[in-house]
């Protein structure tokens, strides 16, 4: 048992980080910080932001962990969160921790087939709800899940009809809690958290199957924040935007790790909004996949295309001043020669801090990116241009981080960083990864036979990821299922290809295709804005972007692009033939889950016809 009022403050980085059960955490940092700013945010369909204080923030906890007990939610039952970020969704996780009981973060992109799954999984009782949308879907499956019984809307805007008994606003909701009616109650059962409670049940996205309840414990979250806080320099000085879903668990142990040192929280809601929020709020810190980084490369770099030589040389020469100094020197350890030190003040001054307020990033600290492969081109660009990336590894099992670039150590483009402290870790069977420790999960939920696959005698976790270690630095080469021999018997690694691809600028998604074929191939969705410009300007006829990815001019100027990036490449490895594809691979097609990941065998399912033809003689 761990008392509620035991929290350990530790002094990392020159700053005090508090770790404590998370039924403490925020009511623990109100003592400490009162008034102070805890959360920017805007309202559902606002747009205007708004602040709120730590002593608020606290209130508003008590209030919902009052309002669970007034429901009759008991310890360790289950409670779902079917929304967007927004601010009522840390109120209703913490609030929920306040009377220990589990909850379960649903995609607020996952269909109708997937909530109903993981609330009969789970026994959900409460779900809680963002929108219209996720609120319909939660009406429309309520009558398929025994164990629900009540809906909760964060969105006032929401329409709820009077003959729905079963389905109450947040505001509502709230109001249950309010005086703390049950406060003696929470106060007992604050006074006895265990650290072997279970805190979450996350489901993971489902690229190869269906989809596990990964069991989180508060254990496991202690053991994550006290060895992120040891090696990621975030502080109270921090203004933290949240861009990736809480549901991901890279941006929920992002987001609790600027609690425990008093960091300001900007929540975004809408993702397609982020660089927008960006720019009105100034953040100094944010994770992100690399897809975001990609993004922000192609953009920077259509700009500098559409400028003249001269301004074109200027970049250029900045960007390997800024590559010097960043990546040569700094992320080596090692002090720039005064000569490059200079000449970088001016130029970052003159060029590389204009690209970064563009992006809204006036005062940068750090940028954990991690969830798939970073081109190298892409890390070096970014550090090239004055921004931290700290490049890094993790899983949902491992409650995110299992490895990261350490400010204090030498760090090198194309790895993942280093181990954090605590965590074993061994090279198996085909180079896998495998992982033993307190952040790893206990296993899947109620799924004797996925944990017997996962965890082998020693205790160690398969993360089914090949990597190695060199110089203490982790590596990874591929996942091990998504690997591809071609019928020549060449391995090949296609997230490798892809993230390769995926930095130019007319390339917006691609899946590479070589299982048992005789070469590689691939599938191209094209960025149709950019393509449809350089269509006009070459006097290329088009009325559809059919017409454009059938039109042979445009085939072979992006074939050539291709070639070009993959130069670097094996014989073997190289695409050699593609085909543009009219529309954006999706989930409501079953083609990305969740997380934006490829789904790769419904890709080939659903393109079949297609890949086929690539194949013909």
């Known amino acids: 048992m761990r008392n509620f009022y035991l929290c350990i403050i530790i002094n990392t980085f020159k700053r005090m980080q508090t770790i404590c059960h998370l039924s403490a955490l925020i009511h623990k940092q109100a003592e400490k910080y009162g008034n102070r700013i805890a959360i920017t945010y805007k309202g559902f369909g606002e747009t205007q932001w708004k602040t709120i204080s730590w002593q608020h923030f606290s209130m ?129 059962l604050l006074r006895n958290v265990s650290n072997d409670d279970m805190c979450n049940i996350l489901y993971t996205s489902g690229t190869t199957g269906e989809s596990k309840g990964v069991m ?82 192609v953009a920077v770099k259509d700009k500098i295309d559409r400028a003249g030589a001269i301004k074109q040389r200027l970049f ?56 798939a492969a970073i081109s190298p081109a892409i890390e070096q660009f970014v550090h090239a241009v004055g921004i931290n990336m700290v490049a890094g590894y993790g899983l949902t099992e491992s409650l995110a981080t299992v490895s990261c670039d350490r400010g204090d150590q030498p760090c090198t483009i194309g790895s993942v960083g280093r181990v954090i402290d605590g965590l074993q870790i061994k090279i198996g069977e085909n180079d896998e990864v495998l992982l033993k420790g307190p952040t790893i999960t206990k296993g899947y939920y ?84 950019l393509l449809e410009e350089y269509a006009r300007q070459a006097g290329i006829p088009f009325t559809s972007r059919e017409d454009l990815c059938n039109s042979p001019r445009i085939n072979a100027m992006m074939m050539e692009r291709v070639e070009t990036l993959q130069q670097s490449l094996a014989h073997y490895e190289k695409v050699k033939r593609i085909t543009l594809i009219p529309r954006a691979f999706s989930m409501e097609s079953g083609e990305l889950t969740s997380t934006l990941k490829l789904k790769r065998p419904v890709v080939y399912k659903n393109f079949k016809e297609i890949i086929d033809k690539m194949y013909e003689e």
């Open 216 to 297: 989180l414990t508060y254990g496991q979250y202690e053991a994550a924040l006290r060895a992120n806080g040891q090696c990621v320099n975030v502080s109270e000085k921090d203004r933290v935007i949240d861009f990736l879903p809480f549901t991901h668990i890279f941006e929920r142990g992002w987001a609790y790790l600027g609690l425990t040192v008093g960091a300001q929280l900007i929540i975004n809601t809408y993702p397609q909004e982020i660089q927008q929020s960006m720019r009105e709020t100034h953040p100094t810190c944010m994770s992100a996949v690399p897809r975001f980084w990609e993004k922000v490369y």
């Open 316 to 371: 250029a020469h900045a960007l390997s001043v800024g590559k010097r100094y960043n990546v040569d020197y700094v992320m080596q350890g090692k002090r720039p020669p005064l000569a490059l030190a200079l000449e970088y003040k001016m130029i970052d001054r003159a060029m590389l801090s204009i690209v970064r307020k563009q992006i809204g990033l006036d005062h940068p600290n750090i940028f954990p990116t991690a969830g």
């Open 446 to 529: 109620k799924r004797d036979n996925a944990n017997q696959e996962a965890f082998d005698a020693d205790g160690f976790f398969h993360t089914g990821d090949a990597g190695y270690i060199k110089n203490g630095e982790l590596f990874l080469k591929e996942r091990i299922k998504d690997l591809f021999k071609t019928s020549n018997g060449k391995y090949i690694a296609p997230q490798m290809v892809e993230s390769m691809l995926l930095v130019d600028k007319y390339v917006d998604q691609i899946a590479i295709v070589a299982e048992e074929r005789k070469f590689v191939s691939a599938l191209l969705v094209p960025d149709f804005r």
């Open 60 to 188: 508003r906890v008590k209030e919902v962990s009052n309002a669970l007990l007034n429901i009759g939610i008991k310890p360790q039952e289950a409670i779902a969160v079917f929304s967007q970020n927004c601010v009522q969704y840390l109120y209703t996780d913490f609030g929920a921790y306040g009377v220990k009981a589990i909850t379960v973060p649903f995609y607020a992109t996952n269909s109708e087939q997937q909530i109903q799954y993981m609330i009969n999984d789970a026994q959900v009782r409460v779900i809680f709800v963002g929108e219209q949308e996720q609120y319909d879907k939660a009406q429309r499956i309520f009558p398929l899940c025994a164990s629900l019984e009540r809906i909760v809307v964060y969105d006032e805007a929401v329409h709820i009809a009077e003959e729905e008994t079963n389905a109450i606003h947040f505001s509502e909701f709230i109001k249950l809690g309010e005086g703390l009616p049950r406060q003696s109650e929470l106060d007992i």
